[in-house]
């Protein structure tokens, strides 16, 4: 049995803006959380390091923290940003898109991934997802869906889980498209032995709470592309030629600015809980590929009914989630309070964007394309998955689990 207390309470800090307030705003004392942050004193040491310092915008340790990261999935430079969404949108910028032009994006996504295009002024054409096990956008959807008005492709890689990126490439290079990694989930995955976010142009890392590591709110661009990684680091900071750091260090006195830019940056102390961060995930995304076996494993036996997406998966995956697919016909929503009756929480990844009122233009004029999307969406649940999870908590969800498949109207 799990116990309540020290550990509890903490967990319901840590993740209090997402995970542990309900709806009247009192703390909800999960057993079992839909996801955790691994975090110690390295990260509180690191912290206050930077805030004696008195050195707190972008400097010395968002550099260090960039090229750790670019290390990491080996590409030539990393750009630090405020978080993912920013990142998506620089992405988007330099790729050229704006009024006019298309961008080829999944539906089965969270929205951020969508809106960065529209606030381009590009339009977003939805293409379908693979299949019941392949839940990434369709090689053959974004064939069908390029129009001489497209200029990227946004991929996103569904819980950490690769799409297919060689095929990807070929049709980009093919219709001369950008390729633009949306790789929130993926830090640490690989496919064949090459890290994603470092086979598209650029690809986006988000540092968000629940993210396979955090910074609270934090992204990170990756390119191997010299004149795209200069192109970036102005966007990110006002379009502006020197940084508030080379001034202070007497290296420039004045500035131009040379592009319409945002003000993106991350900040030192952020930077610091991230080069922590990092030096833990091998370590979790292992222990989140050990769950995820287990949990396959399991319901394999215990609740055969169920579709178990991406089970036999080419390459390795940062297993940022535990989708499952409910047999058709099976009332989710019961199934959910079912789980959540025994502490246990569950979450939908995702209701898809084409479905949005925000998006209903798009929606309604492409949901006809988008059947695979339809019925996986009806019908998937995403189930706890974490670094500092222990085998019988995956135990107990999967017997839960077990006993709350029912069709619906019983
Ligand atoms: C979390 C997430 C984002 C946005 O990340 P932020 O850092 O919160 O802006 C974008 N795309 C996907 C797929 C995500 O899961």
């Known amino acids: 049995m799990i116990t309540r207390g020290r550990r509890a309470t903490l967990k319901a800090c840590a993740n209090s803006s997402f995970l542990a307030w309900n709806a009247e705003g009192d703390i909800m004392d999960w057993r079992i959380t839909l996801s955790d942050i691994d975090m ?163 690809g986006c890392f988000s540092f968000f709470s629940n993210k396979n590591m955090t910074t609270a709110e934090g992204g990170m661009l990756v390119t191997s592309d010299d004149a795209l990684a200069e192109r970036l680091r102005l966007l990110r900071s006002h379009g502006m030629t020197t940084l508030t750091l080379d001034r202070h260090k007497g290296h420039a006195w004045s500035y131009d600015v040379v592009d319409l830019g945002y003000n993106y940056r991350i900040d030192e102390i952020r930077s610091a809980m991230g080069l922590v961060q990092l030096g833990r995930l091998d370590r979790n995304n292992r222990r989140r590929r050990e769950f995820t076996r287990l949990y396959r494993e399991l319901l394999r036996n215990e609740a055969p009914q169920v579709t178990l997406p991406f089970s036999s998966h080419p390459g390795v995956s940062a297993a940022h989630l535990m989708p499952i697919l409910l047999p058709p016909g099976a009332d989710r929503l019961r199934f959910m309070e079912h789980m959540k009756s025994r502490g246990i929480q569950t979450s939908i990844h995702y209701p898809p964007i084409h479905r949005f009122s925000a998006y209903r233009e798009e929606g309604d004029a492409q949901r006809i394309k988008l059947p695979i999307t339809e019925e996986v969406a009806a019908r998937i649940v995403t189930l706890p998955l974490y670094p500092t999870m222990t085998d019988e908590n995956v135990l107990e969800v999967v017997s839960c689990a077990a006993g709350g498949i029912l069709p619906k109207g019983c």
């Open 40 to 202: 110690g004193n390295e990260e509180i040491e690191a912290v206050d390091r930077v805030l004696r310092s008195k050195w707190l915008t972008m400097g010395s340790v968002t550099q260090e923290f960039e090229k750790a990261v670019a290390d990491y999935v080996e590409a030539k430079h990393a750009v630090a940003v405020t978080n993912a969404t920013a990142a998506l949108h620089l992405a988007c910028v330099a790729a050229g898109l704006g009024p006019g032009k298309e961008a080829i994006v999944p539906s089965l996504t969270f929205v951020a991934t969508a809106n960065a295009v529209r606030y381009t002024g590009a339009s977003v054409v939805f293409a379908d997802i693979a299949g019941e096990q392949d839940l990434n956008i369709s090689v053959e959807a974004i064939e069908r869906s390029v129009t001489e008005r497209t200029r990227a492709i946004v991929v996103v890689h569904y819980g950490g889980y690769a799409c297919a990126m060689p095929a990807i490439l070929e049709l980009a290079r093919r219709h001369n498209l950008a390729v633009i990694e949306d790789a929130a989930h993926a830090i640490g995955s690989e496919l064949q032995g090459k890290k994603l976010g470092a086979w598209g142009d650029v």
